[in-house]
């Protein structure tokens, strides 16, 4: 019963540097998304995905590209670190796009841009 | 996008009933209300959701009133361990969008 898995948990970068968050469900789900949560803030939507192949942007996507290949995969890749990336990553899945389809979280991925 | 207004922070004694109010005057037909619940370190969790009248589920209730303009989650006496974030969704369509959401301390 695995549900929405992050991986790595805690990772450390230098400006410049690329990396990718990886985020993977096993639930079937359609819709998949990405947010960053900068302390003593809400969620903001980076990007998110109605299903493989189709990715659309959110609200803050500048310096993050998605893709998706499969139903259950939803990599997110950071270009080229910058410290104002410093944040904690969740990925989300739900069943669909309606109301009443809730969405499931990962416990995050926090990422320190030095 | 409908909008959401809810209060930043609430403080509660444990054993009491905690209500936190939430505006959406420009919710949409089919828009459903969604309440989530965010623990420190952890992601969002969903707790209840509904689109008219109450909702009651194991953890929550969720009172709408008629004209669906605001809704109220009401947490029945509340212990240290409610201690966390509540957010009010207002969707479809996607992408949902999470303000800054309600901080509840539970004090003992």
């Known amino acids: 019963n695995a549900g929405v898995t992050q991986t790595p948990k805690f990772q450390v970068l230098k400006t410049g540097q690329s990396m990718t968050l990886q985020c993977a469900q096993d639930?079937?789900?359609?819709?998949m998304s990405w947010y960053r949560q900068d302390p003593g803030m809400g969620l903001r939507l980076i990007h998110y995905s109605v299903g493989a192949g189709i990715t659309d942007q959110g609200e803050v996507p500048n310096g993050y590209n998605v893709s998706r290949s499969t139903t259950e995969d939803f990599p997110l890749r950071l270009l080229s670190a910058a410290p104002s990336q410093t944040s904690v990553y969740f990925c989300?899945?739900?069943?669909?796009?309606?109301?009443?389809?809730?969405?499931?979280f990962g416990d995050g991925t926090r990422l320190s841009i030095l | 996008l409908a909008k959401t207004t809810q209060p930043i922070s609430m403080d509660s004694y444990e054993g009491q009933e905690v209500n936190i109010t939430c505006s959406h005057n420009?919710?949409?037909?089919?828009?459903?209300i969604t309440w989530y619940q965010q623990f420190p370190s952890q992601g969002p969790r969903f707790i209840i959701q509904g689109y008219k009248t109450k909702v009651t589920n194991e953890v929550a209730s969720l009172f709408i009133p008629a004209d669906r303009k605001s809704s109220t989650l009401s947490l029945p006496r509340v212990s240290l361990s409610d201690t966390a974030v509540y957010y009010c969704l207002v969707g479809p369509p996607t992408p949902l969008v999470f303000g800054k959401g309600t901080r509840l301390s539970v004090i003992a």
């Open positions: 989300a899945s739900s069943s669909g796009t309606g109301g009443n389809q809730p969405q499931h």
């Open positions: 639930m079937n789900h359609e819709y």
């Open positions: 420009n919710i949409a037909t089919n828009d459903y």
